[in-house]
């Protein structure tokens, strides 16, 4: 749970900090590199980039992080699925400790 509030943190200090350091906001660099990328994505040499890009899920960060959180705390409070049982194959060829045993 740490990790995804502090991922989340980190990622709007780098934005932010892109922000103050190019002078520009997000919306601004956007519409400044939008004929370049499209240049780019016109080669067909990126079609995944292209995607992400022009895909518009520019979300809200808030509602983002809400989502996120949301996924998190599912995955978090569902139960836990039991291991599956070792193979006899398994068995000889980690041990029973399950460190890795020569198996003749």
Request: hydrophobic share 40%; net charge positive.
């Amino acid at each position: 749970m740490n990790g995804y509030v502090l991922g989340a943190v980190r990622h709007e200090i780098v934005e932010r900090r892109a922000d103050r350091e190019s002078g520009q906001t997000e919306r601004q660099w956007q519409a400044a590199s939008g004929p370049y990328l499209r240049r780019l994505f016109a080669t067909g040499r990126h079609p995944a980039l292209a995607h992400v890009v022009t895909g518009g899920n520019d979300h809200d960060p808030a509602a983002m992080f809400a989502a996120g959180l949301n996924i998190t705390l599912t995955g978090l409070a569902a139960p836990a699925r039991p291991a599956p049982a070792a193979s006899a194959t398994t068995m000889r060829a980690f041990g029973r400790a399950g460190r890795r045993e020569c198996v003749a």
